[in-house]
């Protein structure tokens, strides 16, 4: 039966399609079998399932298509290492938590061994960077706080400052404004009206001061 299905995209339908297309690359496997066993899967066709891959799908797992090509290339020369390393067995009465092998032993190569004690060295260090990078930013918090907290007192005092002058200066203003009032007064007093008085002649002449008695 031909495979005619229209429909729109769900979510779990691409994320089907990403976990599908995921594990193939990390199995060393095509898209376009991924794309088939989606298309199988979901009643599509490969090519409708490939448009929605490079279309919609893709872009959002950048990150996880980096890690599955890492893992592939990791699981190649695991592959290619374990056929030259020699394999350390444990045997049954020894071992703890490991897995059993079928032939009642464990094997373990040196290359998974190495790989294991890379990673662990690899999560230490970025726990330890994590770590330092966690104290560093907590000192700078704490830095902000002290600045922050500087900052606002002296604020506090600046505000009281300017108060202050704002205060000083309204009172300086009251003062300038009572001593002119008082220059005026003083001005006014010292202004005498003029005395007149008639002479001979009948006519009106003022009189200057210091001759009024000649």
């Known amino acids: 039966m031909a495979k005619v299905r229209q429909d729109a995209w769900s979510h779990e339908d691409d994320l089907l399609?990403?976990?599908?297309?995921l594990r193939h690359i990390r199995?060393?496997?095509?898209?376009?079998?991924a794309f088939e066993e989606v298309g199988d899967q979901l009643n599509r066709t490969s090519a409708a399932c490939g448009f929605r891959w490079n279309a919609e799908v893709r872009n959002k797992y950048n990150d996880a298509i980096?890690?599955?090509?890492?893992?592939?290339?990791?699981?190649?020369?695991?592959?290619?290492?374990?056929a030259k390393q020699p394999v350390i067995t444990v045997p049954q009465n020894n071992r703890s938590d490991?897995?059993?092998a079928e032939d009642g032993q464990q094997s373990i190569t040196m290359d998974s061994v190495i790989q294991f004690l890379k990673q662990l060295k690899r999560d230490y260090q970025a726990s330890n960077q994590s770590k330092r990078s966690?104290?560093?930013?907590?000192?700078?918090?704490?830095?902000?706080?002290?600045?922050?907290s500087e900052l606002e007192n002296k604020l506090t005092r600046t505000t009281k400052q300017l108060e202050t002058v704002q205060e000083d200066y309204q009172v300086f203003m009251q003062i300038m404004e009572r001593a002119r009032k008082m220059t005026v007064f003083d001005d006014q007093d010292s202004l005498k009206s003029p005395s007149f008085?008639?002479?001979?002649n009948g006519n009106l002449e003022q009189v200057v001061d210091g001759s009024s008695n000649q």
């Open 197 to 200: 008085r008639m002479d001979k």
């Open 17 to 21: 399609l990403a976990e599908t297309v």
């Open 27 to 33: 199995e060393g496997s095509t898209q376009l079998h």
């Open 98 to 100: 490991l897995d059993e």
């Open 66 to 82: 980096e890690l599955a090509k890492r893992q592939r290339k990791e699981k190649k020369r695991a592959t290619a290492a374990k």
């Open 134 to 148: 966690l104290e560093q930013m907590q000192k700078e918090n704490e830095t902000l706080r002290n600045q922050v």
